[in-house]
């Protein structure tokens, strides 16, 4: 069961499975069920942080269970928060950037914030040499990460893996917020700088079924494509061109999953392949070895 709603200082991770319930202090002060792995063999100061963002169903308990023969094979940390729909709603993936007075707002204040927070309460109660995560979320959870991505231009990522999202924020500044950037903070220089970090975009071969019960059809979203493998090659196209705009090296990276529809265990090998590789420098390169 999980405990009483903790503070980063009184975070606590046992080896195998674990759970606790995270505050933010310094951010959104609604709480999170933290779901956990450590891998029995690893040395907890030198081991990867990962965050494992969920989908639709809010099932981050299942996710971490998944994940837990990943982190065994390579000796990571999982960290698989719940954003509970009654408690968050869209505010876990796309929650608004501006204020009720209509003035921006601090997108580490958001849900993406929380991970960013979590992430040091984590560290401090490892004692982690860990200065980076890696995080991976499939479907809705490839909505929060690719709009982290997008957001918070320093968050302190070492490679960020998005799962097949149903449909996307744009990087074009002529479209709102949340299927395009404006109305954000992100600027050009910004974008230049996301473009050039290491980011894997990962869809399902045949994760292109176009009357997906799961498949947002808003005019908006159905102009990114009529499912989710276009969606996301458009998505991945447009980035491409933003950053041949802005004389940005391009180092973001997209695989096609051979067979694989909309199944975040099928996914799940691809994406820990990924994540087990050690990030590439500050270039943000990715080189994949099979």
Partial sequence: MASSAVGADEVRLSRGAGDFVFTDAKGDPRSVTVYTYVPRRVDMKDAPIVFIMHGFHRSARSYRDDWAQHADRAGFIVIAPLFDAKRWGKDYTYP????????????????????????????????????????YGFSEGGQFVHRLVLTLPDARYARAVIGTPGWYTMPDFDVGWPYGLRHTQTDRAALKKILERDVVLLLGGADNDPSHDELRKTPQAMAQGVHRVERGENFFREARARAAELGAHFAWRMEIVPGVAHEPKKMSPTAAAYIAMQPAADSGKVERQR
Avoid: C, K, W
């Fill in 96 to 135: 608004s950037t501006r204020r009720a007075d209509g003035s921006p707002r601090d997108m580490a204040q958001t849900s993406f914030g929380l991970v960013e927070h979590l992430f040091d309460a984590v560290r401090a109660s490892v004692g982690s040499n860990q200065t980076r995560y890696r995080i």
